[in-house]
């Protein structure tokens, strides 16, 4: 059964640039993408990107000037950076797995704040 | 950008009780040449991820109650829980995968009455 864990700081403050990472646990990471998405506190889904394992991505036009999306199969892990960061992206941040089309497992989600 | 729009915002059923919640999208995301609504729905009870429900529209992910259920085509799609039980309180979120950016409706509430 395959198992996603996001890890990152907490806390980040104003203008600098969010990271996280999402380990996966029991399958490969390979021949799959895999998506960021967020969710501000009461608030709805935002998809962030998505990643396929050779490299490939996609990202949400409204973040693209900020976001990266990497892969390393080395480590079975892909990581989201979100630069120039604002209050406006203190959100639960998930990873998720995209099978076939569609978000299929989740991580439990990571709480990152903005504040200085 | 694709639009979704969920009506009602929230709901409150009894106990058994048919709950039904619409997702509408601003364009089409049937693709013709498959014949397949590029559709999902999830739920999300509280302090947890979304969970998959329904893909391709109507197609129930392995686990999932089939006294949920999911219709429609086009542009018009359904989300019906046949009996509602207190496990399904929750939040759900319709979303389309047919064209980035992939894009959800903003949620409806189910509760009980």
């Known amino acids: 059964q395959v198992q996603l864990q996001e890890s990152g700081p907490g806390l980040v403050k104003p203008s600098e640039t969010l990271s996280l990472t999402c380990t996966v646990s029991?399958?490969?990471?390979?021949?799959?993408?895999w998506s960021w998405i967020r969710q501000p506190p009461g608030k709805g889904l935002e998809w962030i990107g998505y990643?396929?394992?050779?490299?490939?991505?996609k990202y949400n036009p409204s973040l693209k000037s900020r976001v990266t999306i990497s892969v390393d199969t080395s480590k079975n892990q892909f990581s989201l950076k979100l630069s120039s960061v604002t209050a406006a992206d203190t959100a639960v941040y998930y990873c998720a797995r995209v099978r076939g089309y569609f978000e299929d497992v989740w991580g439990k989600g990571t709480t990152v704040t903005v504040s200085s | 950008d694709i639009v979704m729009t969920q009506s009602p915002d929230s709901l409150a059923v009894s106990l058994g009780e048919r709950a039904t919640i619409n997702c509408k999208s601003s364009?089409?995301?049937?693709?013709?040449?498959?014949?397949?609504?590029?559709l999902a729905w999830y739920q999300q009870r509280p302090g947890q991820p979304p969970k998959l429900l329904i893909y391709w529209a109507s197609t129930r992910e392995s686990g999932v109650p089939d006294r949920l259920s999911g219709s429609g085509s086009g542009t018009d799609f359904t989300l019906t829980i046949s009996s509602l039980q207190a496990e399904d309180v929750a939040l759900y979120y319709c979303q389309q995968y047919y064209s980035a950016p992939r894009t959800f409706g903003q949620g409806t509430k189910v509760e009980i009455k």
């Open positions: 364009q089409s995301v049937l693709d013709n040449s498959n014949n397949k609504n590029y």
């Open positions: 990643i396929y394992s050779s490299g490939s991505t």
């Open positions: 029991g399958g490969s990471i390979s021949s799959y993408y």
